[in-house]
């Protein structure tokens, strides 16, 4: 099974993408972290933003839950 995905967040603070992907669970939205080991490469300076993926189906409502707890999308 597959499913098309969009990128909800973007940002290098994990706190947000922690924070982000809690409140997100919580709604039964299902979230898929991207770039997590990046910070291998990069020397785990957080430099390089992480990403949240969610599928299609649930993008709008994804952002509707960042919007009401002021979590800014990065983008």
Do not use: W
Request: aromatic residues 6%; negative net charge; contains cysteine.
């Amino acid at each position: 099974m597959s499913f098309d995905m969009k990128e909800l967040l973007r940002s290098s603070d994990p706190t947000v993408i922690a924070f982000a992907s809690a409140l997100l669970d919580g709604e039964d939205i299902a979230v898929f972290q991207m770039d997590v080991h990046m910070s291998i490469l990069e020397g785990s300076l957080g430099i390089l933003p992480r990403r949240l993926m969610v599928k299609d189906s649930d993008f709008y409502r994804a952002c509707r839950v960042l919007e009401d707890n002021d979590i800014p999308r990065g983008l």
